[in-house]
């Protein structure tokens, strides 16, 4: 009889020890493949979780971007580009600036290489009586469409221009004067249709008149002159206006700049805060897939080993208790001579 004999016997005959030795073997090796499997499953699920999180984010962010963006647009131009003559005293005492600057300063900026501005609009304003209109006083502003940068992209103009002809005319005037959009009126002698009423802004644009630029010079007798350059802060400055002021500078040294700080700061902390809470997302999210998968694997460190040991300690105490209850049969084999246990 050899061993192999001997250990088909033996499991024959101890159908049931053999049984739970396996079921602790199965029990080992399904703890392990279990493991195994549902780690790599958690791997390719948080991957996929996180690149749909990551596409949901962005275009929540993305959104939001646009929200802010239009919001701050509403908030105007944070950036106003004066004579270096102007007193500043006067002008935030009147609202308007008196000092004139020749219009080819608009073109000597936009086509320079300054990347802190966009959305560059020339203004000429002038605080009048309406003839027509029993002198009532308002400010008549001349705008034209804003003037390209060189280096800046076709953007949609915080200022849509007036077309000849038309005028735009603020709430608080329109109410004084009965006039509303459509109206064919004159001022100063010149024929104008009003082709719209604004809103009520709460400023000195309540009283305002908006024309075209070359009729408004011609009106006021002011041909190729301005008295403001109106712009908007680039975010890529990251709200340093001493740099802004600085290279306007050095661009139009004749000229002096001035900033409308609360707008140009909430602006610049909308547009960061924004970009921060889609980073901060997206790097939350995939630290806590992370540490949820670190969790998973630290559990299955100690789970796997755990029933390893466990199985190995019920195989053990089988094979000792078999080894116990035979101790007289395993005696007699022993002293048994060799030639007679083959």
């Known amino acids: 009889m050899n061993v192999w ?7 024959a005959y101890r159908k049931g020890d ?14 392990l493949t279990g493991v195994m499997t549902l780690l790599r499953a958690h791997g390719a699920r948080v991957a996929e979780l996180n690149a749909q999180k990551q596409q949901e984010t962005a275009a929540m962010m993305a959104l939001a971007q646009d929200d802010y963006r239009k919001m701050m647009k509403t908030m105007g131009y944070n950036v106003v580009i004066l004579s270096s003559d102007e007193d500043l005293s006067e002008f935030w005492t009147n609202g308007f600036a008196k000092k004139l600057m020749p219009e080819d300063l608009v073109s000597r900026l936009c086509n320079s290489e300054i990347a802190t501005i966009q959305h560059v609009l020339p203004q000429l304003y002038e605080k009048i009586a309406w003839p027509e209109r029993d002198n009532c006083p308002v400010i008549l502003i001349g705008v034209r469409g804003e003037v390209p940068h060189k280096h800046s992209n076709l953007k949609e103009p915080m200022l849509d221009p007036v077309e000849q002809g ?8 329109a109410r004084k004067l009965g006039i509303k959009a459509g109206d064919a009126v004159t001022l100063r002698g010149a024929p104008f249709t009003v082709s719209e009423v604004h809103e009520e802004r709460g400023n000195t644009d309540d009283v305002s008149v908006w024309m075209h630029m070359a009729q408004a010079q011609e009106l006021l007798k002011k041909p190729g002159q301005i008295n403001a350059i109106l712009a ?19 661009i139009l040294p004749e000229t002096q700049v001035i900033h409308r700080i609360p707008e140009a ?14 980073q901060e997302t997206i790097e939350k999210e995939t630290e806590y897939h992370s540490r949820l ?4 694997e630290a559990f299955a460190s100690w789970l796997v080993p755990l029933a390893i040991v466990a199985a190995t300690v ?17 005696g007699i084999l022993r002293a048994l001579p060799r030639k007679a246990c083959q």
């Open 293 to 296: 998968g670190k969790e998973r």
């Open 314 to 330: 019920w195989i053990g105490l089988l094979a000792w208790g078999n080894v116990r209850e035979r101790r007289g049969e395993i």
């Open 232 to 250: 908007l802060s680039c975010l890529c400055a990251k709200g340093d206006l001493e740099l802004i002021t600085k290279q306007i500078g050095a």
């Open 265 to 278: 700061l909430i602006r610049l902390d909308a547009r960061f805060r924004v970009a921060t809470l889609s």
């Open 18 to 31: 053999f049984l739970l030795g396996v079921i602790a073997v199965l029990v080992a090796v399904g703890c």
């Open 166 to 173: 038309k005028l735009r005319v603020g709430y608080a005037l």
């Open 5 to 11: 004999r001997l250990v088909f016997r033996e499991i």
